[in-house]
């Protein structure tokens, strides 16, 4: 590249003057500079602040807001034992550092300045993170590369589609990146200048980066694999960077002791336990990769690699292949280059050859390598600038040519942002046909985004008193009027809405079909580029009779009848099989306390007739936990959700009427009470004997 390119990265004890890109690098000098350094930080942030509300929460995102809240709220109160009875091993390793500054944010904006929406009152702290990752890259490029390098590729990361996607709905995966990047520019730093004050520095953001994700343990490794042909047999200069990288880890470890309390109390098996805890990750739901199903501890190896290479803009994947072509040149030449390029690829393999060796879980595209993407984007850069510089010797037509190639693929790239937005997260690039091609292949909203639109469109279209069936549950849901809508868990709770984001975990929670081959059209579904993100089915055969339907008695009730109504037990909760009984029920009740259902998973149907000696309008009452329905002449009278109750009334005829109940307890408690009683005409009473009966066989 150009002239005294890696001096600011050539080692232990370097102390050079800074890198000068080009002649005109002398013009941006001072307080120049630094405003250079800030014009696509402020620009990112703006925009990012005009947008907030476009984006909504993660389908996991109480995940870490939880812990936010437990360590600002309650951990004075309940110490280390609130924490193990309330979370679980994974969610006690995760630190808490950012989640604590994610929740203090919300507090501050919303709930006392109120000068933002709930859910975008947590994403304000990862945005402002996120301008000041821009702002750190510019730095690290302008001290490996030069200013016209620092320029490029602080604007090439602020136009990644992922980049974007995940600076406003992810609490951790950005921040982690950033503070990485950060204490790895201290860190690069250090060694240069042999300082020990910053390799203290360096420990201070590497404890908050630990205090964030375990991720901050790829930083020595880093550090070192890029010394290693620096120092070769050196044992000076190797002993002076073990001493500088042995202050880090102290500081870095007294750092991570007063940002995560959790590991004040015997911190050697916090660090043991926090790495046996991501080794054998818990999680192993499906995972949809190269059009096949994969539990996550089974995807291949080479998913990192690959979701790297379609998440990311061609232009940049082109740049960072021939930045291998560079890189291998400057090995061979022993040339200055090697350095810088060998420290960004060294930062770009690492994280996903060990998440690849090590078995652990593999899933959600590449927001467990966002910490790659400074790297991708200072190669990128860096490789730019050479190539524009290499075509002098063409003119500087060949120069321009190229450079506005660049500068063109850029836009093409910002303008796929500003389409699909605020789905950034779902771009594949042409590798995989677009969006369109990848939707075959592999999993698109892993981040729920789309359930947003979802929840807007149900608020906006769905009958009050919907009862939908989230597969993959969503904070926007619970965010809507709470009498508007029921939720319900599978077909068994006769849901009106089927929510259906598609990923993966459908094949697990989707108990009804193959997501990918739905049997019913949609009425509704969040399309970007061509590709399905999340559709809704509408159920009509589970349409409960309106308030104030008519009924008219049965016609074909004959035969003799006894008191009380014939119940069978099944041993799931799906009414499937035989079925044990009959049993002889008087009334539709039973406490939650003392009945025979209780932590079991069991359905009952309970059946028989109705009598009606006065026509007239009644209202039947529902109270369940879990769900009931009701049948009058096999209509859906009305369907209770789990801990509801739900009234109805109809305008029955005198005669009898064919009466169903179908009760189902899937977990824990169990409670049944169904009354009913003449419109208007004072408090209902339990349903039962004389009112009903059954047919003497």
């Not at 393999?349 to 652990?360: D, W």
């Not at 997260?425 to 985004?449: I, M, P």
Request: a positive charge; glycine letters at 8%.
């Amino acid at each position: 590249m150009t002239a005294g390119v890696s001096v600011a990265v050539e080692g232990v004890g370097a102390t050079r003057s800074a890198p000068r890109a080009s002649g005109v690098c002398h013009k941006w000098r001072g307080w120049r500079l630094w405003v250079m350094s800030l014009v696509v930080p402020i620009t990112f942030l703006a925009v990012g602040i005009h947008t907030r509300d476009d984006f909504g929460e993660t389908w996991d995102e109480q995940f870490d807001q939880d812990i936010g809240r437990f360590y600002l709220n309650d951990w004075k109160k309940t110490g280390v034992e609130g924490l193990r009875s309330r979370f679980i091993p994974l969610q006690r390793n995760y630190g808490p550092f950012f989640d604590v500054v994610v929740v203090a944010g919300h507090e501050l904006l919303h709930q006392r300045l109120g000068i933002v929406s709930d859910v975008a009152g947590y994403h304000m702290p990862v945005l402002v993170v996120s301008a000041l990752g821009l702002w750190l890259v510019f730095w690290f490029g302008y001290r490996l590369w030069g200013l016209l390098q620092a320029v490029v590729a602080s604007a090439t990361l602020a136009v990644m589609p992922q980049f974007i996607a995940h600076s406003q709905n992810n609490l951790k995966d950005m921040p982690v990146a950033v503070f990485f990047s950060l204490a790895l520019f201290v860190l690069v730093e250090a060694v240069r200048q042999g300082s020990p004050r910053l390799f203290a520095v360096a420990g201070v953001v590497a404890g908050l980066t630990y205090g964030i994700k375990v991720n901050a343990l790829f930083l020595a490794p880093i550090v070192i694999l890029w010394q290693l042909p620096e120092l070769c047999f050196d044992l000076r200069r190797w002993g002076k960077l073990a001493a500088g990288l042995v202050i880090t880890g102290i500081v870095g470890f007294l750092t991570v002791l007063l940002v995560w309390p959790y590991y004040r109390y015997s911190p050697w098996s916090r660090v043991i336990e926090t790495l046996k805890t991501f080794s054998s990750h818990e999680y192993n739901e499906y995972v949809y990769y190269f059009g096949h199903h994969f539990r996550a501890h089974d995807v291949p190896w080479h998913f990192p690699f690959v979701m790297l290479g379609v998440n990311t803009p061609l232009v940049v994947v082109v740049l960072l292949t021939v930045s291998l072509l560079f890189l291998a040149s400057a090995w061979v030449g022993r040339s200055a280059d090697r350095s810088p390029l060998t420290l960004l690829w060294v930062w770009l393999l690492l994280p996903p050859v060990v998440q690849a060796a090590s078995g652990t879980a593999m899933l959600d595209g590449v927001r467990h390598y966002l910490l790659v993407l400074p790297a991708m984007a200072l190669l990128a850069a860096g490789v730019a600038a050479w190539l524009v510089q290499l075509l002098a010797r063409w003119g500087r037509c060949a120069q321009g040519a190229l450079a506005a190639l660049l500068t063109v693929a850029l836009g093409l790239t910002l303008r796929t942002d500003i389409r699909i937005h605020p789905y950034e997260g779902v771009f594949f690039n042409s590798l995989t046909g677009g969006t369109a091609g990848a939707a075959k292949r592999f999993e698109l909203d892993y981040w729920g985004v789309s359930l947003k639109a979802a929840a807007a469109w149900l608020d906006a279209n769905a009958l009050t008193r919907s009862r939908v069936w989230l597969t993959i549950p969503g904070q926007h849901f619970f965010r809507l009027d709470p009498s508007r809508f029921r939720f319900v868990n599978g077909l068994g709770g006769r849901p009106n809405y089927k929510v259906s984001l598609i990923r993966g975990l459908l094949k697990t929670f989707d108990t009804e079909e193959d997501y990918l081959h739905p049997k019913r059209t949609p009425v509704f579904e969040v399309k970007v580029d061509g590709a399905a993100l999340l559709k809704i089915f509408e159920y009509d055969e589970f349409r409960d009779l309106p308030d104030g339907a008519v009924l008219k008695p049965a016609p074909d009730v004959v035969g003799q009848t006894e008191p009380g109504l014939l119940g069978l037990e099944y041993e799931n909760g799906r009414f499937e099989g035989k079925g044990t009984g009959p049993t002889v029920w008087r009334s539709l009740e039973f406490e939650r306390q003392r009945n025979p259902y209780v932590d079991r998973e069991v359905s009952v149907r309970i059946a028989g007739l109705l009598h009606i000696s006065d026509p007239g309008s009644y209202t039947f009452e529902v109270d369940s936990d879990d769900d009931a329905a009701l049948f009058l002449n096999g209509r859906s009278v009305l369907t209770n959700a789990s801990m509801d109750t739900t009234r109805r009334s109809l305008r029955l005829g005198a005669g009898v009427y064919r009466i169903r109940l179908d009760y189902r307890n899937l977990v824990v408690a169990a409670y049944l009470r169904v009354s009913w009683g003449r419109t208007g005409q004072g408090p209902l009473e339990v349903l039962g004997v004389p009112y009903v009966s059954h047919n003497v066989p």
